[in-house]
């Protein structure tokens, strides 16, 4: 058990420093910018189907669900605000950020360690290449674009699918559920999502980042970190997620 919480206190330390190493290396030299580029068509582009494919199954269970249930009451008709509220504040941006995370952080973590592993980062060193400018703030500041755009794009799917199946398996109005939806949903419901967003870009890629650089072991100590990052990226969101909600409930209600 002991061994246990210093292993724990070590990650959580090492994600701290390397925290603090990305803030201080922010300010790139026009030539890394090729590589935000790259980085940004590596997590987002290549991600769309997974992100998007969610988004709209889970916008149109969400709804079915809900009328279902709400029928009981007689409030069928607020089906639209409720799947909305839902999709914007948290299923968008926590589902969005589990999927594409694990994937795009499992990326990382293998990248990086393989490079760990073969000496390549030791060369960097030595070469006297800042390899926290060039390996690892490129992709944080893709990750900090591409997951609230991604986010945008599960948030719009997820309510038109909502919006869609309710049509054709309820029967619902389409006019009337678009209506109903507007006047209960305010922009600052779609802000909070979009907010979450950009700090679980953030969380993902230095854990992601750190997994990788601290690889030991060889080949097998490589898989064993893989294997970790999708846990802890998990993890990291479902637990910034509670924090991040009562922050922006204090902020913005």
């Known amino acids: 058990m002991e061994a246990y ?39 987002g582009v290549r991600s769309l189907g997974v992100a998007l494919t969610a988004a709209v199954f889970t916008g149109m269970v969400f709804a079915l669900q809900s009328a279902v249930n709400m029928a009981r009451f007689g409030a069928e008709s607020y089906v639209g605000p409720v799947a909305a509220l839902a999709i914007l504040r948290e299923l968008g941006p926590v589902l969005t950020a589990i999927l594409v995370g694990g994937k795009v952080a499992s990326g990382i973590t293998a990248e990086l360690g393989s490079m760990k592993v073969t000496e390549q980062i030791d060369a960097l060193r030595t070469l006297g290449v800042n390899y926290i400018k060039r390996l690892i703030v490129p992709r944080v500041l893709a ?4 997951f609230p755009l991604l986010t945008v794009l599960a948030d719009a799917l997820g309510v038109l699918g909502g919006m869609v199946i309710m049509a054709i398996e309820r029967g619902a109005d389409m006019y009337a559920y678009w209506n109903t939806t507007v006047y209960w949903v305010v922009p600052r ?8 967003s ?15 650089l601290s690889t030991s072991g060889g080949t097998e100590g490589l898989g064993r970190a893989t294997t970790a990052t999708v846990v802890h990226v998990t993890m990291g969101v479902i637990v910034s997620d509670f924090f991040l909600t009562k922050m922006l409930l204090m902020v913005f209600w």
């Not at 990750?143 to 591409?146: E, P, Q, W």
């Not at 419901?189 to 979450?196: N, R, Y």
């Open 5 to 43: 919480l210093r292993q724990t206190a070590m990650w959580y330390g090492g994600v701290g420093l390397l925290t603090a190493q990305v803030v201080r290396s922010l300010a790139l030299p026009p030539r890394y910018f090729r590589l935000i580029v790259l980085e940004v068509e590596v997590m």
């Open 143 to 146: 990750a900090l674009v591409v």
């Open 189 to 196: 419901d779609f802000l909070t999502g979009v907010a979450k």
């Open 198 to 212: 950009v700090v679980f870009g953030a969380v993902i890629t230095l854990i992601g980042c750190y997994n990788g």
